[in-house]
């Protein structure tokens, strides 16, 4: 496997179940992140670990939990979801400290809430 | 607050080329970032721009005028699968990304 995987690609949930999104990075880096893809929206950051650490939680709501167990991976837990949060979360990695810091993204989870 | 402005889709012919613009405001700039992304895929970087001036990369050209708060995005020679959402993004003061909705590009033959 190589750069930046999630699972799983596709998920459909009611609004009373317990699911997780799983992203595994193997680029060496050492911050991750998790993004909101909506139709014609820009991308919405929800959440920031570096080195393992959570710097950033953009106000998202308590139904959505994260998890970053080690540097090269990342968990988001979902519980009574909402319709509204039927969206494609995207996850991505970068080498923080470096002067670029480039992002790299994994191919999303398509999250529908019934 | 801060904003990226882009336009929301564009349409070119193959083997044209095309100009995808993005202004912005922002609390200060560390950097602007052009990624492509196709539908149902992960977006993937295409440039990177912190001085002004452009940046060449192949059939991808990237311009930035930070006294103008605007970059664009240049792609020559137009093929079939460049039809993608092209997405600017730029670095703030605090170094978090601040992004733009996306141009949703559409090649026609």
């Known amino acids: 496997e190589t750069g930046v995987t999630q699972t799983p690609r596709h998920l459909v949930m009611g609004m009373t179940n317990k699911k997780s999104l799983k992203c595994e990075q193997h680029?060496?880096?050492?911050?991750m992140y998790w993004y909101k893809q909506s139709a014609k929206k820009p991308l919405e950051l929800m959440f920031v670990?570096?080195?393992?650490?959570?710097?950033e939680n953009n106000s998202v709501p308590s139904r959505f939990s994260p998890e970053c167990p080690n540097s090269s991976h990342l968990f988001l837990h979902l519980h009574t979801l909402q319709p509204e949060d039927s969206a494609l979360y995207l996850c991505?990695?970068?080498?923080?400290?470096?002067?670029?810091?480039?992002?790299?993204f994994g191919p999303g989870t398509r999250l529908t809430v019934l | 607050g801060q904003n990226i402005d882009q336009p929301t889709e564009m349409t070119a012919t193959e083997g044209a080329i095309v100009q995808i613009n993005c202004t912005y405001q922002?609390?200060?700039?560390?950097?602007l970032f052009w990624y492509q992304q196709h539908a149902g895929e992960a977006p993937t970087f295409l440039s990177y721009?912190?001085l002004d001036g452009l940046e060449e990369k192949g059939r991808f050209s990237s311009f930035l005028s930070r006294s103008k708060g605007y970059s664009y995005l240049l792609l020559k020679e137009l093929q079939m699968k460049d039809s993608a959402s092209y997405l600017c993004a730029v670095r703030d003061q605090n170094y978090q990304l601040i992004w733009g909705a996306g141009t949703k590009l559409i090649i026609k033959p």
């Open positions: 721009n912190v």
């Open positions: 670990y570096n080195f393992k650490e959570q710097t």
């Open positions: 922002t609390s200060g700039f560390n950097g």
């Open positions: 991505a990695s970068s080498l923080a400290g470096e002067a670029v810091d480039t992002q790299y």
């Open positions: 680029l060496g880096h050492n911050a």
